[in-house]
């Protein structure tokens, strides 16, 4: 039985922040506030904005939670700006795998904004986009995709069908498809997008450089890495001619491009990608931003895939130590790291090392997740690997049913 490792690849699957356009919102203040309060209050939605990129997510809950009691208190709890903050304070519980209370936050959301405005409003495509991508994260694709379909429509109604946001929820329904496994839909709608942006925003546009990265994924997943390599080449020469070398959007194409060249092992090429990636963020986002330990997880696989595991072991526990520190110990990122150091005990021989770290990567996924994910699968085979290692073949034959339930019930 193959253990499999997580590398966390940086595709960037949707257009816009979901929180980028939620902050954005707030500056469209009521008329409704007391002038000092609005202005409070936007300033509030925006430091939590600041917060959020910059990974301090801790801080910005706080802040958000501000925002949140001054728009309740001088518009009532039923006025969309509440909507707006509700939005704002679900979507950093989201970053941080709190899933249950985005998820009621969310609902608020939608339920106001449909109230307020009436169901087909631009404001509530975005509270059904944020719920959507909520549950596709959570592998609940049967409850995704009535509301990303739902949010296309309502984009197409009111902006018509050739706008960039339209192409955003294709984009998005797109990436839904692909993961279940439905390529021939999840393909034209890729196409669409990709049509749309180009001709919206013309050829050389940064939202043109995203649909090409969304399509090159899809034809790596098919192993159609020609293809693919050559969007994600024109994606990144896109992204340095309109952002500059050293941007952090950068260093996502420039993952998407090594990721291609590792899946190949032609780690040579991979190498000095992931380390340009690794040295972009570093430099635009500190040292202890997430994204960063997103590099170095990546860097860590690569050199694992070479057996070059002290090389790896020391960009797993910091990058373990970085997403331990950014969302706590119990998010689902903590458990991406803590697999990939238990897969380096695991492939060494060094089982009683690798045990305690699948067994704590399984549990983060079965909280966060509930145990039919995906992600579970994955842990619970990784532990099944391992017992059949330590000749525990009872233990790894109900580890084993699990998977086979959990893969029988996907798509």
Not at 280 to 298: F, Y
Not at 373 to 386: I, Q, R
Request: charged letters at 25%; proline letters at 4%.
């Amino acid at each position: 039985m193959k253990k499999k490792q997580m590398r966390t690849r940086a595709w960037t699957k949707y257009k816009r922040s979901i929180l980028t356009v939620v902050f954005l919102l707030a500056l469209a203040s009521s008329n409704v506030f007391a002038q000092d309060a609005g202005i409070e209050w936007q300033k509030l939605s925006l430091h939590a904005n600041e917060l959020h990129d910059a990974g301090k997510y801790d801080s910005a809950v706080v802040v958000a939670l501000k925002a949140l009691k001054i728009v309740e208190k001088n518009v009532g709890p039923d006025h969309p700006d509440v909507a707006t903050s509700l939005i704002n304070l679900a979507g950093l519980y989201y970053t941080q795998g709190r899933y249950v209370q985005a998820e009621w936050l969310y609902k608020r959301a939608l339920a106001i904004s449909e109230n307020a405005l009436g169901p087909d409003h631009r404001n509530v495509g975005a509270s059904l986009n944020n719920l959507a991508l909520l549950y596709y994260t959570q592998g609940h694709y049967a409850q995704a995709e009535p509301l990303y379909k739902r949010t296309l429509a309502i984009s197409e109604k009111a902006l018509g069908p050739d706008d960039p946001d339209v192409a955003t929820c294709l984009n998005n329904l797109a990436e839904l498809y692909r993961t279940q496994g439905k390529y021939s839909q999840a393909e034209q709608l890729y196409k669409r997008a990709l049509a749309i942006d180009e001709k919206a925003l013309g050829p050389d546009h940064p939202y043109v450089a995203t649909s090409l990265n969304n399509l090159a994924e899809f034809y790596s997943d098919q192993g159609k890495y020609a293809e693919a390599k050559k969007l994600c080449r024109r994606s990144l020469a896109i992204k340095e001619k309109s952002l500059g070398p050293d941007h952090p959007d950068i260093a996502l194409s420039l993952n998407n491009l090594a990721w291609l060249y590792d899946t190949q092992g032609h780690y040579a090429q991979a190498e000095p990608l992931y380390k340009r990636a690794l040295v972009i963020k570093e430099k635009a986002l500190g040292t202890d931003h997430p994204s960063v330990a997103t590099s170095l997880n990546n860097l860590g696989v690569l050199y694992s895939n070479q057996r070059q595991y002290m090389r790896a072991e020391p960009l797993y526990k910091r990058a373990l130590a970085i997403y331990n520190n950014a969302f706590g110990p119990d998010h689902p990122s903590v458990a991406a790291s803590l697999n990939n150091l238990a897969s380096l005990y695991y492939t060494q021989g060094q089982y009683k090392q690798a045990e305690p770290l699948y067994k704590r990567a399984l549990a983060i996924k079965e909280k966060a997740f509930g145990p039919n994910h995906p992600d579970v699968a994955m842990s619970l085979n990784n532990l099944a690997a391992l017992y059949r290692a330590t000749l525990r073949d009872k233990e790894a034959e109900e580890l084993e049913k699990r998977v086979a339930k959990i893969r029988s019930m996907e798509r």
